[in-house]
């Protein structure tokens, strides 16, 4: 997918022209992930991982559609922690085991990176270290947002409980 947008010349992509993200070695990055990565479809309600399974062997990138980031509590019920969206990484954590579950809200597509691969690479090219760096800045940033106490009706409620891209996505 990057690779064909290096070729490219004047092309408009995500808001830059080709030649500023190839500048900022940002392309390079992405065409490096890309080569390590394996692209995977899932359909609506699909898991892509689950809450305690092993998870310190890859990390996810969405490339398109949203994905539900969950966790089961000790009472049954089911916690969103967050929801990703494009160009958004999930599964980030290196833990033994998973600490939520990832599932696809409709048809999504994303990639797979191998951690170990990844880390390698992001040893040789420092815009793929800093690419990580931001999404997961970006993950904490999300985990961290402002909740508004108290709401008066339910649209105030569902802005306080959901980052504002997923109450979008509902």
Known sequence: MYRQL????????????IPDIARSGQLD??????????????????QIYCQGESGGECWYGVISGTVRITNLLQDGRRHIAEFCFSD??????????????????????????????TERLAEGYPAVARLLRDMALKSLAAAQGPVDHPWPD???RARCLFPPRAVQAL
């Open 29 to 46: 990055a992405l065409i490096a992930l890309e080569r390590i990565g394996t692209r995977l479809r899932f359909s609506r309600n699909q």
């Open 6 to 17: 290096a070729g490219a010349s004047q092309l408009p992509y995500g808001g830059s022209s």
């Open 88 to 117: 958004d990484g999930f599964g980030l954590e290196s833990t033994a085991e998973r600490s939520f579950s990832a599932e696809a809200v409709g048809d999504i597509t994303v990639m797979r990176y191998p951690r170990a691969a």
């Open 154 to 156: 339910d649209s105030d």
